[in-house]
C-alpha cells in the first residue's frame, strides 16, 4: 500500500475481522484480517464497527459508499473529512445496489 493510499484510508473491527479500505474505494480497495491495524481499537458486541472507526491518516471524502454483499455501508466524514468517521449500514439482501466503483474508477 502506498503512502498516499494510507493517507486516505478508513478502518474498522466488523464481527471477528478487521477492515480497512484505501483510495480509490474501489472492489479490490479493501483488506480484511483476523490482525487488528494499528490504532483501531477490539471491541465486542454488535456495535464494534460504530465504536471503532478511525480514520488512518489524512483527509476522507465527505461521504464514502461501498456494496458489500447483502450490506451496504455508508461512511460520513464530517468537518471537510478531517473529523471522526461515522459508519450506517443498509440491508442489501437483494443485492439490487451496486455502490462500489469498478476497479481503476473514482467516485
Do not use: C
Amino acid at each position: 500500500m502506498t503512502k498516499k493510499e494510507l493517507a486516505g484510508a478508513v478502518a474498522w473491527k466488523q464481527g471477528l475481522f478487521f477492515k480497512l479500505i484505501y483510495p480509490p474505494y474501489g472492489l479490490h480497495n479493501i483488506i480484511n484480517s483476523r490482525k487488528q491495524f494499528a490504532g483501531v481499537k477490539t471491541v465486542k458486541g454488535i456495535r464494534s464497527a460504530y465504536e471503532t472507526i478511525i480514520r488512518i491518516g489524512g483527509k476522507l471524502p465527505a461521504t464514502i459508499k461501498r456494496d458489500m454483499g447483502i450490506m451496504d455501508i455508508k461512511i460520513i466524514t464530517p468537518k471537510a473529512g478531517k473529523g471522526k468517521p461515522r459508519i450506517t449500514f443498509r440491508r442489501d439482501i437483494e443485492q439490487k445496489t451496486k455502490l462500489t466503483p469498478k476497479l481503476g474508477s473514482t467516485r
